[in-house]
């Protein structure tokens, strides 16, 4: 498992940038097994920013052509574009977490335990089951085959395999997770699907799998028409900021400098900090162990390198409860609780309920979204096409390059 601090990101970060132009894209779609050198394995830093998007972009450019590393530039855009699309579509989101809610509740399709536990008697499913739950990660070709198979092949619900990944994936987040699945099963974009197939995999595993007995064919999956896209705001803070104020990092954002230095003057302000995560909001399953320690560590990570403007390290709180994180308020004498934004998924959720509760206690709940965020994300509301388009412009915007 990564080591789940900032040093070690950035140590992973400049490992890789030699390897992120050419090399990249010629060896990047195969799937080596573990200890993997032709991926940048940065994926769980930059799910949470203990690494943002920014500095692994300006760090690859510092040694690259962006025409030579364009590949591994537009991978990262990649996650970026995912969370613009979910945020002017979330109602996506919204019925994917329902679909999963009433499957925890109800009865469970025939063959989701087998699955789950390795034993569907494909060996490259049972495989690559193994590898994702005793490490937290496989490789992004292998998703894609991983899930082809359990929808086409297994025939099981998308949404459950969706729900799979993301309580086991340590880099797995809301919206690249929900909608590379609905993407493999024509959901994402309507009639068109992912099929894996057995010459495909054993050309991009070198042999070591070729699985027999796979669908031949792959058929869109339907859905309800979606309702009218909603728009993206254009402030990056929402709220009025008060005199007194906390900062508040979560799971989605673990890196408060260069979050605060677009704001200046605002750390200066702090009066405290802390940091909260509940990992096992992901699902109504239960959470794999190796998401929450990742999680846990990366906090205490975050604690130790946020301080407030008198030099004192955050504090982990015990639980996302609003309660919980009312009481630091009141103790901390706070008007303002500020809070990088969270995109759509369970954060998001979470600090809607937060918002209230903190409102009843005269307390106001502060959003501030990255500019990377805010420049990207309008440009996601159609396919990834259109927005590859502006990811040159966006990078002379965002990286200066």
Same mark, same amino acid.
């Given at each position: 498992?990564?080591?789940?601090?900032?040093?070690?990101?950035?140590?992973?970060?400049?490992?890789?940038?030699?390897?992120?132009?050419?090399?990249?894209?010629?060896? @990047?779609?195969?799937?080596?097994?573990?200890? @993997?050198?032709?991926?940048?394995?940065?994926?769980?830093?930059?799910?949470?920013?203990?690494?943002?998007?920014?500095?692994?972009? #300006?760090?690859?450019?510092? @040694?690259?052509?962006?025409?030579?590393?364009?590949?591994?530039?537009?991978?990262?855009?990649?996650?970026?574009?995912?969370?613009?699309? +979910?945020?002017?579509?979330? $109602?996506?989101?919204?019925?994917?977490?329902?679909?999963?809610?009433? &499957?925890?509740?109800?009865?469970?399709?025939?063959?989701?335990?087998?699955?789950?536990?390795?034993?569907?008697?494909?060996?490259?499913?049972?495989?690559?089951?193994?590898?994702?739950?005793?490490?937290?990660?496989?490789?992004?070709?292998?998703?894609?085959? &991983?899930?082809?198979?359990?929808?086409?092949?297994?025939?099981?619900?998308?949404?459950?395999? =969706?729900?799979? &990944?993301?309580?086991?994936?340590?880099?797995?987040?809301?919206?690249?997770?929900?909608?590379?699945?609905?993407?493999?099963?024509?959901?994402? *974009?309507?009639?068109?699907?992912?099929?894996?197939?057995?010459?495909?995999?054993?050309?991009? #595993?070198?042999?070591?799998?070729?699985?027999?007995?796979?669908?031949?064919?792959?058929?869109?999956?339907?859905?309800?028409?979606?309702?009218?896209?909603?728009?993206?705001?254009?402030?990056?803070?929402?709220?009025?900021?008060?005199?007194?104020?906390?900062?508040? +990092?979560?799971?989605?954002?673990?890196?408060?400098?260069?979050?605060? =230095?677009?704001?200046?003057?605002?750390?200066?302000?702090?009066?405290?900090?802390?940091?909260?995560?509940?990992?096992?909001?992901?699902?109504? &399953?239960?959470?794999? $162990?190796?998401?929450?320690?990742?999680? *846990?560590?990366?906090?205490?990570?975050?604690? =130790?390198?946020?301080?407030?403007?008198?030099?004192?390290?955050?504090?982990?709180?015990?639980? *996302?409860?609003?309660?919980?994180?009312?009481?630091?308020?009141?103790?901390?004498?706070?008007?303002?609780?500020?809070?990088?934004?969270?995109?759509?998924?369970?954060?998001?959720?979470?600090?809607?309920?937060?918002?209230?509760?903190? =409102?009843?206690?005269?307390?106001?709940?502060? *959003?501030? @979204?990255?500019?990377?965020?805010?420049?990207?994300?309008?440009?996601?509301?159609?396919?990834?096409?259109?927005?590859?388009?502006?990811?040159?412009?966006?990078?002379?915007? +965002?990286?200066?390059?």
């Amino acid at each position: 498992m990564p080591i789940p601090t900032r040093a070690a990101g950035l140590d992973a970060l400049d490992d890789f940038v030699p390897r992120a132009g050419s090399a990249y894209a010629r060896e @990047r779609n195969a799937d080596q097994g573990t200890g @993997r050198t032709n991926v940048s394995s940065l994926s769980p830093y930059v799910r949470h920013r203990l690494v943002t998007e920014r500095e692994v972009v #300006t760090a690859v450019l510092e @040694r690259h052509s962006l025409h030579a590393a364009e590949k591994f530039v537009q991978e990262v855009f990649w996650r970026t574009y995912w969370k613009g699309w +979910l945020e002017q579509n979330p $109602e996506v989101w919204r019925r994917y977490r329902r679909e999963v809610d009433e &499957f925890a509740t109800g009865s469970l399709p025939d063959g989701f335990e087998d699955a789950v536990a390795g034993r569907t008697g494909i060996d490259a499913m049972d495989a690559w089951v193994r590898e994702l739950v005793e490490t937290g990660y496989l490789h992004n070709h292998t998703r894609m085959w &991983f899930a082809s198979i359990w929808v086409f092949t297994l025939r099981l619900p998308w949404q459950l395999g =969706a729900d799979f &990944f993301h309580r086991h994936l340590l880099d797995g987040d809301a919206a690249s997770n929900t909608l590379s699945w609905r993407w493999v099963a024509g959901l994402q *974009t309507a009639g068109k699907t992912y099929l894996a197939t057995a010459a495909n995999i054993a050309k991009y #595993t070198d042999g070591l799998f070729s699985p027999t007995g796979l669908a031949t064919t792959a058929r869109a999956l339907a859905e309800e028409p979606l309702p009218m896209r909603e728009s993206i705001p254009s402030e990056d803070v929402v709220g009025t900021i008060g005199d007194r104020v906390g900062l508040l +990092l979560h799971e989605e954002d673990l890196e408060a400098r260069s979050l605060l =230095a677009e704001q200046p003057g605002l750390a200066d302000r702090l009066v405290a900090t802390a940091v909260v995560a509940d990992p096992g909001g992901r699902s109504p &399953f239960p959470v794999s $162990e190796v998401v929450t320690a990742f999680t *846990t560590a990366a906090l205490d990570d975050a604690a =130790a390198r946020t301080r407030d403007a008198d030099g004192r390290p955050g504090e982990v709180l015990a639980d *996302t409860l609003p309660s919980t994180i009312q009481r630091w308020a009141e103790s901390e004498g706070l008007d303002t609780v500020l809070v990088p934004y969270a995109p759509v998924g369970p954060v998001h959720e979470r600090l809607g309920a937060l918002r209230s509760a903190l =409102a009843a206690e005269g307390v106001t709940l502060v *959003t501030v @979204r990255r500019r990377w965020d805010g420049a990207a994300w309008p440009y996601a509301s159609r396919g990834f096409f259109p927005f590859r388009e502006r990811i040159p412009a966006l990078v002379r915007e +965002l990286t200066g390059d």
